[in-house]
């Protein structure tokens, strides 16, 4: 914004006695001071406002003396009429004045409060110093609103590219675990097997190569299970087969309960299965709640709640551990780079969803998940 020259402001002050002295008795020539007048800067047009008030007061007030000079009382209450009809003109001039600068507070507010359509009107303003600064914050919120829409586009690709990021893990998760199932597992059901036979097959003064087969069996046998472990945990066949609630339940279970937690399971309203993206996104969700769980709760009962009512599905994870101070666990996540909750936070917001962690230390922890499935299954 250009500064208001001062060196010409006297010239302006000149211009206008001028047209004061000259043009009153034209209407053309008071259109101009009018116009004039109204183009000045605020300085001058409360200056030039002020002196109008003293120059008439002070000519007016010493006629009214002189003329009632005899009536003091009458001289002393046209003093205080004088002074309270100076006080009123004066106010409604700055209030005249100062109304364009009420408008640009207006436009500033309503920009605090979020609305970053809004913009000063330039309409009104005869001050030639208002005009620039309400172009130049005109100007500053376009640039605000270009940067914002910019910043969301970039946001809209890093969601996008975050989908198909987990979209690929997930389908990598489900190859590796298919593949686990059908060659290693098979591969170690049938070395067992073999083994099996090996050892039934041994004459009795072969004892101790028996035992040995008979280990190496136990061995293959713990390998198996540990296989199939690493498959549920990658995929758990139960998800793709019978849906988000026996999967969750299934976990629950064997990551929860053989801890000594005792787990309550409540699904309200699930009558039907939900898109394949829901449940996948609810279950990795629901896992790493209760792995949180296993691992730092402490807790003794813990409690999993998925509901859908009103086109909403809402998942809640509770315990009754040791809980934790929210604020502190987000600000050490963030330093740390934690991904278990970021992976949470991410999943919701590619579904649209909400997210609600509440928590307080020695009052456990609930994890309060709602997502809106017309926008979640597009």
Not at 55 to 62: E, H, M, S, Y
Not at 200 to 209: I, V
Not at 254 to 261: F, M, P, Y
Not at 322 to 334: H, K, P
Request: with cysteine; charged share 25%; proline share 3%.
């Amino acid at each position: 914004m250009n500064a208001f020259p001062i060196a010409r402001a006297p010239a302006r002050g000149r211009h206008f006695w001028t047209l004061l002295a000259c043009g009153m008795g034209r209407g053309e020539g008071m259109r101009r001071l009018k116009a004039r007048f109204l183009n000045l800067p605020i300085f001058y047009k409360i200056l030039i406002g002020n002196s109008l008030i003293v120059v008439v007061g002070a000519i007016g007030g010493t006629w009214l003396t002189r003329l009632f000079a005899e009536h003091s009382n009458f001289t002393l209450l046209l003093a205080f009429a004088g002074i309270a009809l100076s006080i009123l003109v004066n106010f409604f001039i700055l209030k005249s004045i100062l109304r364009p600068l009420s408008s640009l507070q207006e436009t500033v507010e309503r920009v605090y409060q979020g609305d970053a359509q809004v913009r000063a009107s330039l309409e009104g303003l005869s001050d030639s110093d208002l005009d620039r600064l309400a172009a130049a914050l005109n100007t500053m919120l376009d640039r605000l609103e270009a940067y914002t829409q910019t910043i969301e586009a970039h946001r809209q690709q890093l969601r996008a590219l975050s989908a198909r990021v987990i979209s690929a893990q997930e389908e990598e998760r489900r190859r590796i675990a298919r593949e686990l199932h059908d060659e290693t597992s098979q591969a170690l059901t049938t070395l067992i097997i073999n083994l099996d036979v090996a050892e039934q097959s041994l004459p009795d003064e072969l004892a101790q190569t028996r035992e040995t087969l008979r280990a190496t069996r136990r061995l293959a046998s713990q390998t198996l299970e540990e296989v199939r472990k690493l498959v549920y945990n990658l995929r758990p066949t139960a998800l793709d087969d019978l849906g988000l609630v026996p999967a969750l339940r299934w976990y629950a279970r064997n990551h929860l309960e053989r801890l000594g937690i005792q787990v309550e399971l409540e699904a309200k309203g699930c009558t039907e299965r939900l898109s394949p993206q829901v449940e996948t996104a609810l279950f990795r969700i629901a896992q790493e709640a209760m792995n949180n769980i296993a691992r730092h709760a402490q807790a003794r009962n813990a409690w999993v709640s998925l509901g859908v009512r009103d086109g909403q599905v809402t998942l809640l994870v509770e315990d009754d551990g040791r809980g934790f101070d929210v604020d502190e666990v987000l600000r050490s996540a963030e330093e740390e780079r934690r991904l278990g909750l970021f992976g949470i936070e991410e999943r919701v917001a590619l579904l649209g969803g909400t997210l609600t962690i509440e928590s307080r230390p020695g009052q456990g922890t609930r994890l309060r998940v709602q997502v809106p499935l017309e926008r979640a299954e597009r």
